[in-house]
């Protein structure tokens, strides 16, 4: 399974930007979708996912700013981003749960979040 991911830009500080990331496959409601994110010298850290059960978590971060939607029939996958911060700036990455042992990762886009 391919993943692209897109929508990253420049923005000012508490603008908006709408990611995509787009499945070669079919999804479904079993899959785990996840965004991560990584700033320059920082470690990946979580930013949003849909879990087994198709609930929806946040990082702590997020604080209502986010918000992660699927569309299945289009294997595709957003993350809204509002009231964007400086340090939102980072690489945005998909990933793809296919079972327990399968995953998969596009190759990030960027967010740069400017003051």
């Known amino acids: 399974v391919q993943l692209q991911a897109s929508g990253g830009g420049l923005v000012q500080a508490g603008g908006s930007l709408r990611l995509s990331c787009v499945a070669s496959e079919s999804i479904n409601s079993r899959n785990t979708m996840t965004w991560f994110r990584q700033a320059p010298g920082k470690q990946r850290e979580f930013v949003a996912g849909f879990d087994l059960n198709g609930d929806i978590r946040y990082g702590d971060f997020v604080q209502g700013r986010f918000t992660i939607s699927r569309d299945n029939a289009k294997n595709t996958m957003y993350l809204q981003m509002t009231s964007l911060r400086p340090e939102d700036t980072a690489i945005y990455y998909c990933?793809?749960?296919?079972?327990?042992?399968?995953?998969?990762w596009g190759q990030g886009t960027q967010v740069t979040v400017s003051s």
């Open positions: 990933n793809l749960g296919v079972g327990p042992y399968k995953e998969y």
